[in-house]
């Protein structure tokens, strides 16, 4: 019975550590976006395979985004922040700037179009920063490329504490079951 305890311990820890997987070692082959939420949360990255836009690369990033109903392609929030309503335009010391740089860039333009009529390519860097639109990402963008290389999507995270939850159950419940067999026997 031992035997088929540690068996059930293997088999449950086998899935805590998988493969990392292939976007944690290649850069992002689309545009990397970047979005600096300031003194509201900590700066991500994420990657967008082929966006039609500059709100579409948030979109496709991983980031949910408002738009200012008012104004096309301004954006009220990213990610519920802030949380407010932005009505006909956030204020002018409170919103969400937008900037660009192209492959290879080390430093931010501040684009002179709104996330819906931007045109990113393949390897452009999107950034997105909250406050008074005097500052880019507090991240360069040939940084950003950097990190967006060796990072992992943040989902996974989350999932493995699940796997390692569901294993720990099992190996107790193995445990539990085999040492009430033996109290029985």
Do not use: K
Not at 124 to 137: K, L, M, N, Q, T
């Amino acid at each position: 019975m031992r035997a088929v305890a540690l068996a059930a311990l293997f088999a449950a820890a086998a899935p805590v550590a998988p493969a990392a997987p292939a976007a944690a070692q290649d850069a992002c082959a689309g545009v990397t976006v970047v979005v600096d939420f300031g003194e509201l949360d900590d700066l991500r990255t994420g990657c967008a395979a082929d966006p039609a836009d500059g709100l579409d690369a948030l979109a496709q990033a991983g980031f949910a985004v408002t738009e200012v109903a008012a104004i096309r392609g301004m954006v009220c929030s990213i990610d519920a922040l802030p949380a407010t309503d932005c009505g006909a335009s956030p204020p002018a010391d409170a919103y969400w700037s937008y900037w660009h740089a192209n492959a290879g860039d080390e430093e931010w333009t501040y684009s002179m179009v709104g996330g819906a009529d931007a045109t990113p390519d393949a390897g452009d860097v999107e950034g997105w920063a909250f406050g008074d639109g005097s500052a880019p990402p507090a991240l360069a963008p040939g940084d950003a490329v950097a990190s967006e290389a060796g990072s992992e999507p943040e989902s996974g995270g989350s999932s493995y504490t699940w796997i390692i939850a569901v294993a720990v159950l099992a190996v107790i419940g193995v445990l539990a079951a085999w040492r009430l067999r033996q109290r029985r026997a």
